[in-house]
């Protein structure tokens, strides 16, 4: 079992930046894959970027060129660097994992953190 904890969510202005930070715990040698989604108000879940293991990361066409994913493994922890927020960027942003155990797949979720970008 894998648990994520994020942090790092909060109010910005148009244009602002922010970074969050989700910190895994438990099983982590099991992490496949790891990155953010987020659900905007109304709206479904959606992917917003993600890293997996051997491969390049993944962008929305919606972030590509201002948010930026990176992980550090020695501290367990994946970051989610956000610049130049717009107010469609405003959503609930969730930490996700997926871990690989006798070749089946699971995916794990934190609690999510709420980006408010708003002039």
């Known amino acids: 079992q894998v648990q994520l904890v994020e942090s790092g969510g909060g109010m910005v202005q148009p244009g602002g930046s922010l970074r969050l930070s989700c910190v895994a715990s438990?099983?982590?040698?099991?992490?496949?894959?790891t990155g953010w989604y987020r659900q905007p108000p109304g709206k479904q879940r959606e992917m917003v970027a993600r890293l997996t293991r051997g491969e390049s990361s993944t962008y929305a066409d919606s972030v590509k060129g201002r948010f930026t994913i990176s992980g550090d493994s020695a501290r367990n922890t994946v970051y989610l660097q956000m610049n130049d927020l717009k107010s469609a960027d405003t959503a609930v942003y969730f930490c996700?994992?997926?871990?690989?155990?006798?070749?089946?797949?699971?995916?794990?979720w934190g609690q999510g953190t709420q980006v408010t970008v708003s002039s």
């Open positions: 996700w994992a997926r871990t690989i155990v006798n070749n089946e797949g699971y995916d794990h």
């Open positions: 438990g099983a982590t040698g099991t992490i496949y894959a």
